[in-house]
């Protein structure tokens, strides 16, 4: 048959297709008895309609696949096939049942080859993920299994063909359709003399299963990131800069983002309401910039409430009790509450100019729209940071960022996008633009503020979901969806957390909680 003559059509199962499928199934069935009665696919068409697939071609039924809904705590444990049917013939449908169970799929031996059993799983997967399921349970027999019984067990067999040394016509079907063996089977199905009564008991989950007692709970999928590309300019008082910011995430707000972000050191411009002569100091105007941040970290937790939106304050200069000085970047939360992220890695300039020294902790936080991360500029350029950052399920990582010059600018958006393909998780990177002379430090910035996402097909080509225009104050938006992330971190064309050879190697972050008085430092290993 060619290609040309092939008019394919999925949908659903119905009564009056019995004859054909009756003729079908005793083809394909003939060593385990045939077809099921017509009482037996009616009832089960009446009870789960949806659940029978059927592809046909030119009104020819050349392809089914029988469900039936169960409780998956019964049937992902040892069970026969005869615990699916009652006495009378009749499939024992839950209609309340958490799972989706595989009784047959069919395909007719003219059409075999065109992977039309590909395209009923895929029908059964999406079905399942619509009912939010929570996995696909399948007894899939082993008919190749008596050619090799006198010198394997099931289990080598099994394991045989999982490793493509054997074929098995339905086992390794279904392995190659993500369907995992959970356990092996006895006497599933006592008259398949091919599979000698063995059976492999099989489950595709459902990873975007949501159990019902959380579905008021569950946070949005949907995510709306606001991000600032701010410049730097001169300000004639704290009360300037801060006019500056409300309008910002008014702006944002009323767009509906979940987050406004800032870049960093955005105050900085403050340093100026010194005269130039006082600057000469550079420790001392960095120290001059830090007696400022306890006021706008109030002010912006204050707008972070009153507009309904969760800012990423950049980082601003904190300086502790004992004189030392640290990067800091804010996470105001909508709800009130305030957390930090120190930067930890800190560049040449800002050790030699202010004597900012780096902090020893590292955290996902847990916000109402998604886990996130903050590693301020050169923080990003250091893989190990980002990766136990996704080992505490991150999904969208903010990086702040100042930079001068555009090789600097590159080397924070090269890393940045590295970050989001290993880690398969969002990335935004926000930056700051403009010249001050008149400020220490501040005459040139270069950027361009982007949102990255993993490389995969479910996002753009480029892997580069927003960006602004180089050097131009502007406000950007980016909808991320979360969803997407668990599908590519589970079943993407390359799965990069799931594939790490942790026999080989292991990452942790050292505790410093002593050194830090008292709090606890993330440990992974």
Sequence with gaps: MSLDELHLNLRNLTPDDYPQLKALMDAVYHDIGGAWPEHTIEKLIQEFPDGQIAIEDDGQLVGVALTVRVDYDDFSNPHRYDDLIDQREIILNDPEGDAMYGLDVLIHP???????????????????????????????????????????????????????????????FQLANDFQVKRLLRKYLPEDEKSQGYATLLEWNNILFEPAERVLETRPTQVR?????????????????????????????????????????????????????????????????????????????????????????????????????YNVAYLCHRDGSLECQTKLHITPQERRDWVIEGGD??????????????????????????????????????????????????????CAQARAIENECYVVLCGSVGNVPSIENMEIQYAQSSVFSPSDFAFPHDAVLAETTPNTEMIMFSDLDLTRLTVVRNEGSVTNLKDRRQDLFDLRLRDWSWKSGGRTGLEES
């Design 110 to 172: 003219d059409y075999r080859g065109y992977r039309l059993g590909r395209r009923l799983y895929e029908a059964r997967k999406e079905l399942c993920r619509s009912m939010n399921l929570r996995a696909i349970l399948a007894g899939g027999r082993i008919p190749q299994y008596h050619q090799h019984a006198e010198e394997l067990t099931p289990t080598e067999y099994i394991d045989k063909v999982a490793r493509k040394e054997i074929h098995d016509p339905i086992l390794s």
């Design 225 to 325: 990131v606001g991000s600032v590309q701010w410049q730097m300019r001169e300000f004639a008082s704290v009360e300037a800069v801060l006019q500056q910011v409300e309008y910002f995430v008014d702006a944002l707000a009323d767009y509906q983002s979940d987050f406004a972000v800032f870049p960093e050191l955005f105050n900085a411009p403050l340093m100026g309401l010194q005269d130039r002569a006082a600057q000469q100091d550079q420790i001392a105007a960095i120290r001059f910039l830090a007696g400022f941040t306890e006021s706008f970290k109030a002010e912006l937790s204050r707008m972070a409430v009153a507009y309904n939106i969760n800012i990423v304050a950049g980082s601003m200069i904190e300086e502790q009790a004992d004189g030392r000085l």
């Design 361 to 414: 902790e590292l955290q996902v936080f847990e916000t109402d729209a998604g886990r996130v991360g903050i590693l301020i500029c050169y923080d990003v350029e250091f893989p190990e940071l980002s990766r136990l950052l996704a080992d505490q399920d991150m999904d969208i990582l903010f990086v702040p960022f100042w930079t001068d010059t555009k090789n600097g600018y590159l080397r924070v958006r090269h």
